[in-house]
Structure formats: structure tokens, C-alpha cells
């Protein structure tokens, strides 16, 4: 449920007691840290990495992926089974590819060289190039990871010289992206290359031949991405500035998702990597025929907000259902609608009476223009909550009075 991640935030702090066995418990891990030796151990195909062995896994292996985990972290046991299953198949396919580990509570001096601020940390390291490596940026299921690395062993982008070369790469491959620089130098390419190399849900090209740019109707240098060989969408960047990675990286994100997404643990990372922060969610039990007919409602005004709101449903018979709880809702409410935004986790309830594309319309232009107010699970008021000294905040007044500029509000939870 990755809408109530945002509100958690987790400290852990760890306190050790006094003992008098404490000096006799260091002699111990200072003697089993000498006898650690430049052998490479692996446990379920994982390495276990160290700071005597680590320098002899950057030059045996060619792409090495190391996590930087502690003990204790349940970040790094929900990592866990993926990153052992992934290590698996990456041995099988591709040797020269592995999976590692360090236990960063224990190598301190390897945890501070690479900037560990928190687990776990995926560092990615490529010919033995201890300086030069690269933070991971899949998915971090046992797939993405996958995908991810082999993705790493392949060229960024390919060169498409004829016509029909394009043509043909469009066919061959789901998610096609080509970008089009008359110029073979231009910086702009180099971004792209970037992106290639770091989006691995797509494949990409490259295009310098006019022929091509008249084929595919392009005068200046642009991006197309082919979600198949009948839909297209152009990136053209900005006519002065050029082109921005975070614009591209968007662009094909959004592109990518379909017009309403059903939320799911394989599409949960697309809803969140496309960085729009507006989502309207439509609940509905898809095992009621009368509220299966509600997502066509949904589906039709999804168009009039592409690229500035996420449409999702979420089947509230199914295995999130628990997002529900989150919004406040229970299953005598369903179907319903609910908006949020991300990045301010404010929160808006549908008050139609019905759900039509109308009135989903006006609902969600109505939270933009700001003339719908905010959703808060309070409490009322109570009618003498300012009577006493110390007055009584619930939600529906916490902001009016906490965040009175006039005043120097000191407030207890």
C-alpha cells in the first residue's frame, strides 16, 4: 500500500546495556575479522562480501550488484527472497553478472567509503571500477532486478540506418522508443543514452538519416515513443534549452501506463515512477456487474487529465483492498472515488450521487481549481474546545488554530 508508506516514517534506535563481557565480546570480533581472508563465499548465490574479499569481487566479476544492509532492517528481509532468486537466475544466464552482499553494521569503513546513509543501499559496480558506481534504480522485485542488471550488459541504444531498419525495430520489439539527431555529436544524445541505459522497460534507437526523419514526419530532432506501431507520442524538449532528463524520463513513463491503471504490485511502481502527484482512484467490487459499468464512466474522462492526473482502480474484493483503510473507507461505501496528492497527502472525497464521466469531470477539475475542499478524518469540533486554557485540536480545526501566524502555537499529541 504504497499511498500509506507516505505517512510512515520510521526511527529505530538501538540502545546497548552495559557487560561485562563487552571487552571479551570485541577481542571475539576482532580476532573472526583477521581471519576473513580475499576467498569469495556466497550464501544462497549471494556473495558475502567484506572489506579483505571486496577488492577480489570487483576484478572476478565484471557487473557486480552489492547490498548494503543491517540485521535488523525489515526493508532488508522484504528484499531479501527477491534478491536471493534474482541472484539465482543471473548466475545461470550470465556469469560474468553477480549479486552481493555486505553487512553494513559489521564493515563500517566499506558502509562510509560508499555513502550507506540507510538500508538497504544497492551499489552497482562495473569493471572492477571501485570509484565510478552507480546507485541501482530498478524495481526491486526479483524481475526488475533482473531486467535491470542484463539490461547493463546491453548497448544504451542502437543505430537504425535505413528506413525499413526502423520500421523493423518498431515490429520486433514491444515499447519502442527512437530518437532522431541529425547531429551524431549533439549533447542531447548523450541524455538520451542516459535514459536508455536506466529505463529498462523500453528499447531504444538512434536515427540520423533525413530519409528516416520523413518517414516518421519529423523536421527537428524529437523522441518518438511507439507504445505499438499504430500509437506514437513526440517528445520534442524545449527549443532553446534542449532536451531534460526528467521531462523524458515522464514523458515515456506516462505514455506508457494505460489510460486507467488497475492497481497492482506490478503496476504500483509504474503509478509512482511516472512522478505526477495527482491521483484519482475509483473503488469498485469488479465482482458486481452494475460496478464494473462505473469504470467506462472513469475511463472516459481519463483523456481530458493525461499527464497531469493518474486515473486508478482499485478492486476492493481483491488482494489490496487494504488501501481502503487508508482513505477511511469500508466496504459499505464501495464504489466510491477518492483523489489524492502525493507529494502534499492531501485527500478529497466524491460527493456525487452518481458516478458519471460528468460528474467525475467536474469532481476532479474542481480539486485542481481548488474549489473542493480537502477530506479529513476527524472528529468534530467540540463545542467547547476553547473554553479551557488548553484547547482541544481534532483535524477539522487543527490547521486554523496550529498554523495561525499570528500565534505561537505549542501543541501536544
Given at each position: 500500500?504504497?499511498?500509506?508508506?507516505?505517512?510512515?516514517?520510521?526511527?529505530?534506535?538501538?540502545?546497548?546495556?552495559?557487560?561485562?563481557?563487552?571487552?571479551?565480546?570485541?577481542?571475539?570480533?576482532?580476532?573472526?575479522?583477521?581471519?576473513?581472508?580475499?576467498?569469495?563465499?556466497?550464501?544462497?548465490?549471494?556473495?558475502?562480501?567484506?572489506?579483505?574479499?571486496?577488492?577480489?569481487?570487483?576484478?572476478?566479476?565484471?557487473?557486480?550488484?552489492?547490498?548494503?544492509?543491517?540485521?535488523?532492517?525489515?526493508?532488508?528481509?522484504?528484499?531479501?527472497?527477491?534478491?536471493?532468486?534474482?541472484?539465482?537466475?543471473?548466475?545461470?544466464?550470465?556469469?560474468?553478472?553477480?549479486?552481493?552482499?555486505?553487512?553494513?553494521?559489521?564493515?563500517?569503513?566499506?558502509s562510509d567509503e560508499f555513502g550507506v546513509s540507510g538500508y538497504p543501499t544497492l551499489r552497482f559496480f562495473v569493471n572492477g571500477n571501485r570509484t565510478g558506481h552507480i546507485e541501482y534504480g530498478g524495481r526491486r522485485d526479483a524481475e526488475g532486478i533482473v531486467r535491470w542488471m542484463l539490461r547493463r550488459m546491453e548497448p544504451a541504444s542502437v543505430e537504425v540506418k535505413t528506413v525499413s531498419a526502423a520500421e523493423e525495430f518498431i515490429k520486433s520489439h514491444e515499447s519502442t522508443v527512437?530518437?532522431?539527431?541529425?547531429?551524431?555529436?549533439?549533447?542531447?544524445?548523450?541524455?538520451?543514452?542516459?535514459?536508455?541505459?536506466?529505463?529498462?522497460?523500453?528499447?531504444?534507437?538512434?536515427?540520423?538519416?533525413?530519409?528516416?526523419?520523413?518517414?516518421?514526419?519529423?523536421?527537428?530532432?524529437?523522441?518518438?515513443?511507439?507504445?505499438?506501431?499504430?500509437?506514437?507520442?513526440?517528445?520534442?524538449?524545449?527549443?532553446?534549452?534542449?532536451?531534460?532528463?526528467?521531462?523524458?524520463?515522464?514523458?515515456?513513463?506516462?505514455?506508457?501506463?494505460?489510460?486507467?491503471?488497475?492497481?497492482?504490485?506490478?503496476?504500483?511502481?509504474?503509478?509512482?515512477?511516472?512522478?505526477?502527484?495527482?491521483?484519482?482512484?475509483?473503488?469498485?467490487?469488479?465482482?458486481?456487474?452494475?460496478?464494473?459499468?462505473?469504470?467506462?464512466?472513469?475511463?472516459?474522462?481519463?483523456?481530458?487529465?493525461?499527464?497531469?492526473?493518474?486515473?486508478?482502480?482499485?478492486?476492493?474484493?481483491?488482494?489490496?483492498?487494504?488501501?481502503?483503510?487508508?482513505?477511511?473507507?469500508?466496504?459499505?461505501?464501495?464504489?466510491?472515488?477518492?483523489?489524492?496528492?502525493?507529494?502534499?497527502?492531501?485527500?478529497?472525497?466524491?460527493?456525487?450521487?452518481?458516478?458519471?464521466?460528468?460528474?467525475?469531470?467536474?469532481?476532479?477539475?474542481?480539486?485542481?481549481?481548488?474549489?473542493?475542499?480537502?477530506?479529513?478524518?476527524?472528529?468534530?469540533?467540540?463545542?467547547?474546545?476553547?473554553?479551557?486554557?488548553?484547547?482541544?485540536?481534532?483535524?477539522?480545526?487543527?490547521?486554523?488554530?496550529?498554523?495561525?501566524?499570528?500565534?505561537?502555537?505549542?501543541?501536544?499529541?
Amino acid at each position: 500500500m504504497r499511498w500509506s508508506h507516505l505517512l510512515l516514517g520510521l526511527l529505530l534506535a538501538f540502545y546497548a546495556k552495559a557487560d561485562p563481557n563487552a571487552t571479551s565480546a570485541e577481542s571475539s570480533s576482532e580476532s573472526s575479522r583477521e581471519e576473513k581472508t580475499d576467498e569469495l563465499l556466497e550464501e544462497e548465490n549471494v556473495l558475502v562480501l567484506h572489506e579483505k574479499n571486496f577488492d577480489n569481487a570487483l576484478k572476478t566479476f565484471k557487473y557486480l550488484l552489492v547490498e548494503f544492509y543491517a540485521p535488523w532492517c525489515g526493508h532488508c528481509k522484504e528484499l531479501a527472497p527477491n534478491y536471493i532468486k534474482a541472484a539465482e537466475t543471473l548466475k545461470e544466464q550470465a556469469p560474468e553478472v553477480r549479486l552481493a552482499k555486505v553487512d553494513a553494521t559489521e564493515e563500517k569503513e566499506l558502509s562510509d567509503e560508499f555513502g550507506v546513509s540507510g538500508y538497504p543501499t544497492l551499489r552497482f559496480f562495473v569493471n572492477g571500477n571501485r570509484t565510478g558506481h552507480i546507485e541501482y534504480g530498478g524495481r526491486r522485485d526479483a524481475e526488475g532486478i533482473v531486467r535491470w542488471m542484463l539490461r547493463r550488459m546491453e548497448p544504451a541504444s542502437v543505430e537504425v540506418k535505413t528506413v525499413s531498419a526502423a520500421e523493423e525495430f518498431i515490429k520486433s520489439h514491444e515499447s519502442t522508443v527512437i530518437g532522431f539527431f541529425k547531429d551524431p555529436e549533439d549533447a542531447d544524445l548523450n541524455l538520451f543514452n542516459e535514459v536508455a541505459l536506466n529505463t529498462e522497460d523500453f528499447k531504444f534507437a538512434i536515427a540520423h538519416k533525413e530519409e528516416i526523419f520523413r518517414k516518421f514526419g519529423v523536421s527537428t530532432d524529437s523522441v518518438i515513443y511507439f507504445k505499438s506501431p499504430e500509437e506514437k507520442y513526440i517528445y520534442t524538449g524545449n527549443e532553446e534549452l534542449g532536451f531534460d532528463k526528467d521531462e523524458l524520463v515522464q514523458f515515456l513513463m506516462v505514455n506508457n501506463m494505460d489510460i486507467v491503471t488497475e492497481y497492482s504490485d506490478e503496476t504500483a511502481q509504474k503509478i509512482f515512477a511516472a512522478k505526477i502527484p495527482n491521483h484519482l482512484l475509483l473503488f469498485i467490487n469488479k465482482t458486481v456487474e452494475d460496478q464494473l459499468l462505473l469504470l467506462e464512466n472513469f475511463r472516459q474522462t481519463a483523456p481530458d487529465f493525461k499527464g497531469t492526473v493518474l486515473f486508478v482502480v482499485i478492486d476492493s474484493n481483491g488482494p489490496h483492498a487494504g488501501v481502503l483503510e487508508y482513505f477511511g473507507l469500508t466496504n459499505e461505501d464501495i464504489p466510491t472515488i477518492r483523489f489524492i496528492n502525493i507529494e502534499k497527502v492531501t485527500k478529497f472525497a466524491f460527493n456525487a450521487e452518481k458516478i458519471t464521466a460528468e460528474t467525475v469531470r467536474a469532481f476532479c477539475q474542481g480539486v485542481l481549481d481548488g474549489k473542493i475542499k480537502q477530506n479529513l478524518l476527524s472528529e468534530e469540533v467540540p463545542e467547547d474546545w476553547d473554553k479551557k486554557p488548553v484547547k482541544v485540536l481534532v483535524g477539522k480545526n487543527f490547521e486554523e488554530v496550529a498554523y495561525d501566524e499570528t500565534k505561537n502555537v505549542f501543541v501536544e499529541f
